[in-house]
């Protein structure tokens, strides 16, 4: 067997050993979920049959644990399995009368659940209960979906497996299905498993290692055999020649807010780039235009991918972009029109998330990186299929009507209703320099919790690791980046921009909060001391304002930037001229840039603090030491004299900072700019006049 075609058993029979039955069956099924060409993110599910005690009577009862609506076989947990009693799943055949029922059928799945479990049961339930076997599993392998979406699936099903695989053609999810699929399972007990036409596999034992090895030995059966009957080359060769990997990322950077602009007018979206192998084998093909309007096949791809994606040139820009996108939402909503039903929701997003790029790569978009990502690595497993297909036999995508049905399913509704409510940033990318200090990491942790992706740049390399991690620990690694830049040069302050576009897709949120503070009398203020308060402080701010600026105006969609800037700026301080000079400078480019942006929709607005000691980098150096002396107290005493020296009384905090920054990166203030915000807990010599 060919290593790139398997996939190797990591099964453990010492971890297993240790595991009872709901244990087995979620290490199974973690073990299922950890390669993308088993099953998709959130694709597929697992179940097994466990005798367990009624809490009522305390008697034994069968009772099915299923993965549960929405869950994710790979990352699941054992909550994350629904339970329900077998004898109650079985009475609903006899309730069961015609195809009408189906969405009844799943509602009357509650009256089923066992132990009170919240978990919902997903629309697979009764595919998996009516199963006579105590384990079952069901994954969308790509090798196996290939035979499944080709157009003679139920010939190659036979010729490929032979007497120990079933077939059954395309049906939608549902009860009726899982009657057919149980029937199917006791009249051949020589069946291992089955192909669903169009969909994936199911493969079942009576325990769970049998159940995995099945599994596996099906999908890697599928992929030696197309691998050996397969024609070469794939997608009958190629078309076109991939631009060299720079290239294609300047491609990408200037497309990805290019079109980001023109698809989050009304819904704000993420970019994300992929220029894989697999990809460019297809963007690049000659079959490149016969198969990608033919869409996807299998339900999960074009759930999360929409029913076909968008072919953009590499070379395209305005006119083309805008005539390309709009034909695309055109063409959405004729098959909208052409297949609802009187009872079908609301048409949605008629965005293209899948965006193909011939000699570049693969775009997707969507509401957070996530699910950006996800989209992505769905499209893959895609081609997988498009290519495995096509090279035996003829491709096949669902049918229009099928896959509207899917898509625009009331039950699938439903479950986006239940959706948590966008939080506040949602969809938003955010640029915050100095953001390994500890005003800069505060406002990143609060533009984080409020949904906003963010590109985290520091000229402290290993402070900004530590601060990345931390924070891909506790807000998700695809919300955050790292990048290294030192804002004084203009080269690594395009370098870093170019990096928020091409990990993201733009730039909504500029916070220039990169700092330094070196204080003398002006008779011991030198040359380089003056010119370095002013390369970081002045030149620093003004590129990434410049750069954020331009990328802002290239999407069209507004934005907000938050100057970072101190009391000094509005009011002067002893032995501190150059730093109190320049951050004057700062609150008055911000004004010029409010001016200058408000016709785009650019807001510009500055955050004045005072005295955050707290964390932040620059009262650990000389300037601590500088304030001490100038005012004749120890180092231990500067934050009480502070906080003394405030009308509130108050000590202030990197928090309060990102509190501010928050306000302005907000649509809680979408109608200000041009202002500044003092926190600094009162000080009149301070007071906006």
């Known amino acids: ?14 971890k297993a050993a240790n595991l009872d039955e709901p244990g087995l069956l979620l290490y199974r099924s973690n073990l299922l979920g ?12 697992t179940s097994a049959k466990v005798k367990m005690k009624d809490p009522l009577t305390g008697g034994d009862v069968t009772v099915l644990w299923v993965k549960g609506s929405g869950g994710d076989i790979g990352s699941m947990k054992l909550d994350g399995f629904a339970t329900l009693y077998m004898d109650k799943l079985e009475s609903l055949k006899g309730l069961y009368k015609s195809l009408d029922q189906e969405d009844a059928m799943v509602h009357a799945l509650n009256h089923c659940i066992y132990n009170l479990n919240s978990r919902a049961p997903s629309i697979d339930t009764c595919l998996h209960g009516y199963v006579p076997y105590a384990h079952v599993d069901h994954v969308h392998s790509d090798a196996v979906i290939a035979i499944a979406a080709s157009k003679d699936s139920e010939r190659l099903t036979k010729e490929i497996f032979g007497s120990e695989m079933g077939y059954l053609p395309w049906q939608r999810p549902g009860i009726d299905l899982g009657i057919k699929l149980g029937e199917m399972a006791k009249a051949h007990p020589e069946y291992v498993g089955v192909v669903l036409g169009s969909h994936g596999l199911f493969t079942w034992a009576n325990d769970a290692r049998t159940c995995y090895d099945t599994t596996l030995r099906i999908i890697n059966k599928a992929a030696v055999w197309l691998e050996r009957n397969g024609k070469k080359p794939a997608f009958k060769g190629e078309e076109v020649k991939s631009l060299p990997d720079v290239e294609r990322r300047k491609v990408a950077r200037r497309l990805l807010p290019e079109i980001r602009g023109r698809i989050s007018k009304h819904e704000m979206k993420v970019g994300h780039f992929v220029d894989s192998s697999e990809v460019l084998e297809f963007v690049n093909s000659k079959q490149l235009e016969q198969l990608a309007p033919l869409g996807t096949s299998c339900p999960d791809h074009f759930l999360r991918t929409k029913i076909r994606p968008l072919i953009v040139p590499h070379d395209a820009e305005g006119a083309t972009l805008d005539a390309l996108i709009e034909g695309y939402r055109k063409d959405y ?7 609802k039903r009187a009872d079908s929701p609301a048409m949605r997003d008629p965005n293209a998330v899948i965006y193909l790029v011939p000699q570049v790569g693969m775009l997707s978009f969507a509401k957070d990186k996530a699910t950006a990502r996800i989209a992505a690595e769905f499209y893959v497993n895609a081609i997988n299929v498009m290519r495995g297909a096509s090279s035996v036999s003829e491709y096949v995508g669902l049918p229009a009507q099928e896959a509207f049905n899917i898509e625009y399913w009331l039950l699938e509704e439903a479950k986006l209703q239940r ?14 320099t100095g953001g390994a200090g500890g005003i800069g990491s505060a406002i990143a942790s609060k533009l984080l919790s409020e949904g906003a992706c963010v590109v985290l740049a520091d000229i402290d390399k290993a402070s900004l690791d530590e601060v990345t991690a931390g924070f891909g620990k506790t807000y998700g690694k695809d919300n955050v980046r790292g ?5 004084t040069s203009e080269d690594a302050v395009i370098g870093a921009t170019d990096q ?10 500029v916070v220039n909060n990169a700092g330094i503070t070196l204080a003398a009398t002006v008779e ?36 907000s930037m938050i100057f970072i800037g101190s009391k000094n700026g509005v009011t002067a301080s002893p032995g501190a001229s150059a730093y109190c000079s320049v951050k004057a400078a700062e609150i008055q480019l911000a004004r010029c840039m409010a001016l200058e942006g408000a016709p785009y929709g650019i807001r510009v607005n500055v955050v004045n603090p005072d005295a955050v000691l707290r964390g932040s980098k620059i009262w650990q150096g000389p300037w601590r030491q500088q304030r001490a002396a100038s005012l004749k107290i120890s180092e231990d005493e500067l934050e009480e004299h ?3 020296r405030s009308l509130l009384q108050r000590s202030v905090y990197p928090e309060d900072i990102a509190e501010g920054v928050y306000f302005f990166a907000s649509d809680l203030s979408n109608k200000s700019t041009g202002n500044f915000l003092n926190i600094d807990a009162g000080n009149a010599a301070s007071f906006t006049r």
């Open 1 to 14: 067997m060919s290593n790139s075609a398997t996939v190797p058993s990591l099964w453990d029979d010492k």
């Open 500 to 509: 928020a576009a091409l990990a993201y897709g733009g730039l909504d949120i």
């Open 333 to 339: 909503a004729a098959y909208y029109e052409a297949c």
């Open 419 to 432: 959706m948590p409510k966008p939080k506040s940033l949602a969809g938003r990318i955010a640029l915050v």
């Open 34 to 45: 950890a390669d993308l060409r088993i099953t998709n993110f959130g694709g597929g599910n």
């Open 483 to 487: 990048v290294v830049m030192d804002v």
């Open 642 to 644: 502070y906080r003394k």
């Open 524 to 559: 011991d203020t030198s040359l380089e001391l003056w010119n370095k308060n002013m390369a970081i402080l002045g030149t620093g701010y003004f590129l990434v304002a410049r750069e954020g600026y331009r990328l802002m105006q290239k999407q069209k969609l507004g934005g």
